[in-house]
């Protein structure tokens, strides 16, 4: 495809490809290991014109050869903007084929998400990127709206991997996406996405970009995709490799020239072949060598073939002849010929009823031949011809930047309108395009107010596609624009701009600015310094300066007339909070329920602009122990702020709903909240809010059983190295601790929760947090045999109480009994069972099973085994409804001690052959029965690293090399 053939070099040689055995050899290997271990992702990283994407054929055929089905498509140069361009490009066309299998296997919910991105999975093709309308059936039905927050994208990255996963059955997918490099943001997040997220079926990934083009995401997905990604670097040709794809044709010396000139480039090398003449002499750097010699071959087409090759150029990578004609203003019937003309000389490729040119290089050189102010007029050319055709903004957007002019209303309304329709999966895409809108847009007293609100709306979409830090200082811009009377609008930018910084891990400058603007005002009890207020509290809160954010608050009356809607519900949620926080609990139910009654009277529309003091309401509710009431206002609040783009505000949403279904022991649903969570705050690149979930992540998967996962979590929590000071901080300390003590690190853990706790002097972890830590730690004790350090955590839990949190209350026997267990189990087993009757009755089912469990260990320590087996089988029933894992294997081997049957137990580890541990044969019994290993880790809720790790050690113990060699071990075991 670029010339890197044996044999003449000239267009269209169907000869073999020279050298580059050694990529051939990894792209074979990744097609084998698709059909042993699931997927597989391969970067083949080169300049331009190396040969990636002769290479990406040649894997193409080899796929064929297999049967494999191959999807093939590529993002371009001049449309970088136009959302999961390459995706589309590759997929499209089949689906139209599958368009009812796609909707029959992944459900018409899904199937409707994909149709947002893949014009063929929608009713009419009138344009994929409209924007969903929301039905009176929608509202009635409950169904979710148009969702503008990274929660979409997220959504929508998981809906293609089942999609592909889907189109991978039976027989294997190989998807290949060529020129990465100038992929969308989007598409760049979903590779980011599916690497650390693989498909569960055959599928071979493979990309291609050019390494000083690519931006920072895409040249780490190799080592995001761990054991199973490989990277190959195409260099240059060898001489002799040169030789023999120039051919005979050229004699030793001039193929030497050549050689040199081209260094070794096979693109270059070719372009320089196809010059009539001499070789010409080095000049220097290879780009105007190459451009030169580009510009000989374009310099011998017709004029007319010439101008109709510009007017593609300049219409898109992949072209139909009739835009191409109305770019170059020529009759249908003229650009056709001209196309046939182009097609002989190789500068474009037929594909299908369309055309390509033969490489990119080339379209850029015919695109750069054309006069700049040609290609603006022929850039306006289009976008009229689209808009004529009834063509949705998003298709005019990108010739309408190139071409709009300053003042240009219907060019701005129709980059707004394409902006809107792709905000929700495409923000950066957004953002981008309402960037353009506001260049065209005259700061003019006429539409001023109207570029002020764009500039809010930019602001706004920056924050969401994860570059905060421009959004922020859009903010800051739209700050020194408006006028200093402007309070209303200057206190909604200087509060958004406030969260910005505060994601950015600047909650000095979001406070100083807070202040600032507050400063300004004449009034500070006005209706438009409240929010400012509001956020003053938030930040206090966030500090753990609790009489800081009484004392704001106490200066906001609850209503007045002049306020916004919503505003008296925000004020409402962050009381709770606060007073919960001072210690007074009565006072803070009071205020939750009065909070809870103003939510529930206010449409969601009221709700939207002040979501980050409600998710405190939320949060203070989780701390009070009203799981209920607080799922619920996690789950509205959550939906709102989808609903509308406010995804800095929905990590945090998530991370607390996740850490309240840990609480309420819903683990399986603890587990993928806080995925949701740590995905879009990857999105969002906020070190703050990735923080939140994945503290959130290591106690789910701490009590679900996946200790290393867990572990791997809270490091990277306390790694990133934000928080200090502040309770998020300590928050992933304690959860760190937490899991370690759950994994049988004790010592290490122990101290770990001391840390977090600052050692119980002024410690910013909240009453019922510390509680836990408390039982923790006296739990740690015991087990460690330091009854006399147990006694004194339980103890310490005693001074903690709080009859304003009952659902905390029965932690306290429950440390109790771990003290007493050693000296007085039957006193011990009574503490348990009061224990878990109290947390029962708080509907903290893990941890009502926890104090079974030891009220059974107990009772079997003082010779009560009727009552140790009653107490044990009521624990293994709740962990097993909890999904805790490790606690429910932990309490099945205690009731075979007892004689009790247990359906299903792996055996002991005494039992186990080879000396296996009981993960490692669960591990290997599944390889020997013929799981990959990304099918072991969905069995057994691993990540696909630790199923290698597993397997590593396997192979050590049983002396094998092999997965065949696992299960002939096991079977010869009997």
Request: glycine share 8%; proline share 6%.
């Amino acid at each position: 495809m670029e010339g890197r053939t044996a044999g003449p070099a000239v267009p269209g040689a169907p000869t073999p490809l020279v050298g580059r055995r050694d990529a051939l050899g990894a792209l074979h290997d990744a097609l084998g290991a698709i059909g042993r271990d699931g997927f597989r992702f391969l970067a083949l990283a080169g300049e331009p014109g190396a040969g990636k994407t002769r290479l990406l054929g040649e894997l193409a055929t080899m796929a064929a050869d297999l049967g494999r089905v191959t999807m093939w498509g590529r993002a371009a140069e001049f449309e970088q903007m136009m959302p999961f361009s390459p995706l589309v490009d590759a997929l499209d066309d089949h689906l139209e084929t599958r368009r009812a299998d796609i909707t029959d296997i992944l459900g018409p919910t899904t199937a409707r998400l994909l149709a947002t991105v893949f014009p063929s999975l929608t009713s009419h093709h009138t344009g994929h990127h409209a924007e969903p309308a929301r039905s009176g059936a929608q509202e009635e039905s409950g169904e979710p709206g148009p969702d503008r927050g990274g929660l979409a994208r997220y959504r929508l990255y998981r809906a293609v991997r089942q999609m592909v996963d889907t189109l991978s059955a039976p027989r294997g997918l190989v998807l290949i996406l060529d020129d990465v490099h100038w992929a969308d943001e989007s598409s760049l997040e979903f590779l980011d996405h599916v690497t650390r997220h693989p498909p569960t079926g055959p599928v071979l990934l493979a990309v291609a970009f050019r390494p000083a083009q690519a931006p920072p995401r895409l040249a780490t997905l190799p080592l995001g995709a761990g054991a199973r990604g490989h990277e190959i670097t195409v260099g240059p040709l060898a001489p002799e490799e040169a030789d023999e794809l120039l051919g005979p044709r050229f004699s030793k010396g001039r193929g030497r020239a050549l050689y040199e000139a081209s260094g070794g480039n096979p693109f270059y090398l070719e372009a320089l072949a196809r010059m009539d003449g001499d070789a010409p002499e080095p000049m220097g750097a290879l780009p105007p060598t190459v451009l030169a010699a580009l510009q000989v071959e374009l310099g011998e087409l017709s004029p007319g073939a010439l101008l109709v090759a510009q007017g593609a150029a300049v219409a898109a990578d992949e072209f139909d002849p009739a835009i191409a004609a109305v770019a170059a203003e020529v009759p249908r019937a003229s650009a056709l010929d001209a196309l046939d003309e182009l097609a002989q000389r190789d500068i474009v490729r037929a594909h299908g009823g369309r055309f390509r040119f033969r490489h990119p290089l080339v379209r850029r050189a015919v695109y750069e031949s054309a006069a700049a102010g040609w290609r603006v007029a022929a850039h306006g050319r289009i976008a009229a011809r689209l808009a004529a055709l009834g063509a949705p903004a998003v298709a005019q957007a990108g010739h309408l930047e190139r071409s709009g002019s300053f003042g240009d209303q219907r060019a701005v309304e129709v980059l707004v309108d394409a902006a809107r329709a792709v905000a929700a999966h495409a923000p950066a895409t957004s953002a981008h395009w309402l960037q353009a809108a506001v260049r065209l847009m005259p700061d003019a007293p006429a539409t001023r107010d109207s570029r002020m609100e764009l500039l809010l709306e930019l602001s706004r979409a920056q924050g969401v596609s994860g570059r905060l830090a421009e959004g922020r200082d859009t903010a800051r811009e739209l700050l020194r624009m408006l006028p200093g009377d402007d309070y209303p609008r200057r206190g909604r930018a200087a509060r958004l701009c406030a969260l910005m910084e505060r994601q950015l891990d600047r909650p000095h400058e979001a406070r100083a600015l807070l202040l600032d603007e507050l400063g300004r005002m004449p009034n500070p009890r006005a209706a438009a310094a409240v929010p400012l207020r509001m956020r003053l509290v938030a930040e206090s809160l966030m500090r753990v300066d609790f009489d800081a954010a009484q004392a704001v608050l106490d200066l906001m009356p609850d209503a007045a007339e002049d306020w916004e809607p919503g505003l008296a519900v925000a004020v409402a949620a962050l009381r709770p909070m606060s007073a919960y926080a001072a210690g007074r609990t009565d006072e803070a139910v009071r205020y939750a329920e009065s909070a809870g009654r103003l939510m529930a009277a206010a449409p969601d529309d009221h709700l939207a602009e002040w979501l980050d003091a409600i998710a405190w309401l939320c949060w203070a509710e989780m701390n009070l122990g009203r799981y209920g009431e607080a799922l619920r206002h996690f789950d509205r609040a959550a939906a709102v702020a989808a609903a509308t783009g406010q995804s800095y505000i929905l990590t945090h949403l998530l991370a607390g709903k996740a850490r309240t279904l840990v609480m309420a022991g819903r683990l399986a649903d603890a587990l993928a909240t806080a995925e949701e969570s740590e995905g879009e705050a990857r999105l969002l690149d906020s070190g703050q809010q990735l923080v939140f979930a994945l503290t959130q992540r290591c106690l789910a998967a701490s009590w679900s059983g996946d200790d290393d996962a867990a572990i791997l979590a809270g490091e990277e929590a306390v790694q990133r190295g934000v928080g200090g000071g502040e309770v998020w901080g300590a928050m992933a300390r304690h959860a760190r601790g937490q899991a370690l003590i759950n994994a049988g690190r004790l010592e290490e853990g122990a101290e770990a929760v001391l840390d977090a706790c600052d050692r119980f002097s002024a410690p910013r972890l909240d009453r019922g947090t510390l509680l836990l830590c408390c039982e923790t730690l006296a739990r740690a004790a015991a087990e460690l045999g330091r009854q006399d350090q147990s006694a004194a955590w339980a103890d310490r839990a005693a001074t903690l109480e709080d009859p304003g949190l009952p659902a905390f209350r029965g932690l306290i026997p429950l440390a109790r009994a771990h003290a007493l267990r050693a000296d007085a189990p039957a006193r011990a087993a009574a503490a348990a069972r009061e224990a878990a009757g109290l947390l029962a009755v708080a509907e903290r089912r893990l941890d009502a099973g926890r104090a079974l469990l030891v009220a059974g260990l107990a009772h079997l320590e003082a010779g009560e085994r009727a009552r140790a087996r009653e107490d044990l089988k009521a624990a293994a029933a709740a962990f097993e409804t909890c999904g805790a894992r490790n606690l429910k294997a932990r309490t099945d081997r205690e009731l075979r001690r007892l004689g009790v049957r247990v359906a299903g137990a792996p055996a002991g580890k005494a039992d186990t052959p080879f000396g296996l541990s009981p993960r490692e044969l669960e591990v290997a019994m599944l390889v020997a029965d013929g799981l990959t290993n990304q099918q072991v880790a969905q069995r057994l809720f691993l990540s696909v690293r630790t199923v290698e790790t597993h397997l590593s050690r396997i192979f050590a113990k049983l002396d094998v090399s092999s997965r065949v060699g696992v299960a002939t071990a096991l079977s010869r075991s009997g």
